[in-house]
């Protein structure tokens, strides 16, 4: 069974960095597609990073694109997120999910595809 535990959330400024932690068991070399979503109050979740098999391909949100980087370490099962230059509008819950993709490109920043999650971890910035 697939768990996925978040943790290294906290409070910042604006302009501030994060680093988001996701520990995963469970997984095997089928759970391929795995990454972030977030979460703000009254706001439908969305997708923020994920990664393709091992970081061989990415997809970034446009909002978070040049100040976030997904990145993985295969060998403790983790995936991570760094966040930088955070802004008031990154606060949300940010979970972390995995699914089986069939290829590349079915490894998208949709919700609806992602069978696995993680109870979350709260972010806020403040201004």
């Known amino acids: 069974q697939v768990q996925l535990v978040e943790s290294g959330g906290g409070s910042v400024e604006t302009g501030g960095s994060l680093r988001l932690s996701c520990a995963a068991s469970?997984?095997?070399?089928?759970?391929?597609?795995m990454g972030w979503f977030r979460q703000a109050p009254g706001q439908e979740r969305e997708g923020v990073a994920v990664?393709?098999?091992?970081?061989?391909?990415?997809y970034y949100a446009d909002s978070v694109k040049g100040r976030f980087t997904i990145s993985r370490d295969t060998a403790k099962n983790a995936v991570y997120l760094q966040m930088n230059s955070l802004k008031p509008e990154d606060t949300a819950i940010y979970y972390c999910?995995?699914?089986?993709?069939?290829?590349?490109?079915?490894?998208?920043?949709?919700?609806?595809?992602?069978?696995?999650w993680g109870q979350g971890t709260q972010v806020t910035v403040s201004s």
């Open positions: 469970g997984i095997t070399s089928s759970t391929n597609c």
């Open positions: 990664f393709y098999t091992n970081l061989r391909s990415t």
């Open positions: 999910a995995a699914r089986r993709a069939v290829y590349n490109g079915d490894c998208r920043l949709d919700r609806a595809l992602y069978s696995y």
